[in-house]
């Protein structure tokens, strides 16, 4: 058995799923438009950049939804997912995972996108393990603004994998090879972690690295 494991934002979809959910914020009234959007787009940067503080971003970004009703909340993420990302969904990049389990392998997503925008794009692409940032909760359900526990962000997605995998009374050794795919710099501690590192739809900076250490790369869609 192999494990595969998947970037999300930029390597199966293309585009960032955070960025956007903010942006559909905006579109749906929930925020102030002008304001709103150029935070946003000032967090994507440093993101892009590799010098994103996670801890002020998840407080930013839910702060559009947190303190409505989680109903409403709920309501808007199903229409999320049926205007802005079911239209991106790339049939290369589902037949990517698709073949992977029919192979018979071990494949989780592992994002630095939250927990509440990503589980339903994992569930479209039929991926049940989803290692994201988990958000904390009060006592009555509601999102802090706060995450728990180590945020799947560069070296935290490492420490996330071998967790999970320690959970499962399994370590990176138990697997014929271990994939991992992804787009971004920020991804380089996995990368450079597994048995075969796939720059995928890769920035300039990815590409630059992976045809210096002679990683395969593919391109599935693309990107902006």
């Known amino acids: 058995m192999k494990l595969a494991l998947f970037d999300l934002d930029g390597t199966l979809l293309p585009t960032d799923s955070d960025h956007a959910f903010g942006e559909f914020m905006v579109e749906i009234g929930w925020v102030d438009g002008a ?27 839910t702060s559009a939804w947190r303190d409505r009703p989680l109903e409403e909340a709920e309501a808007a ?48 692409f039929g991926v049940e ?3 994201a940032v988990d958000l904390e909760r009060d006592d009555n359900g509601r999102v802090t603004g706060r995450s728990t526990g180590v ?14 995998l320690a959970a499962q009374g399994r370590q990176w050794a138990d697997f014929d090879d271990v994939l991992f795919y992804s787009d971004s710099t920020n991804d380089l501690p996995l990368l450079e972690r597994v048995r ?26 693309d990107t902006p």
């Open 129 to 131: 393990q989803l290692l």
């Open 196 to 221: 075969t590192p796939i720059a995928t739809n890769p920035t300039p900076a990815l590409e630059a690295i992976a045809r210096e250490r002679g990683w395969r790369i593919i391109k599935l869609f």
């Open 35 to 61: 304001a709103w959007r150029a935070r946003n787009d000032t967090f994507y940067a440093h993101y892009q950049a590799g010098t994103l503080n996670l801890a002020e971003y998840l407080d930013f970004a």
């Open 77 to 124: 993420r199903q229409r999320f997912m049926r205007e802005v990302i079911e239209p991106r969904l790339h049939d290369q990049a589902r037949a990517l995972v698709a073949g992977h389990f029919e192979a018979g392998d071990l494949v989780a997503i592992v994002t630095a996108t939250n927990e509440f925008v990503t589980r339903p794009i994992a569930s479209a």
């Open 151 to 164: 945020p799947t962000f560069r070296e935290g997605k490492v420490t996330r994998v071998e967790a999970w």
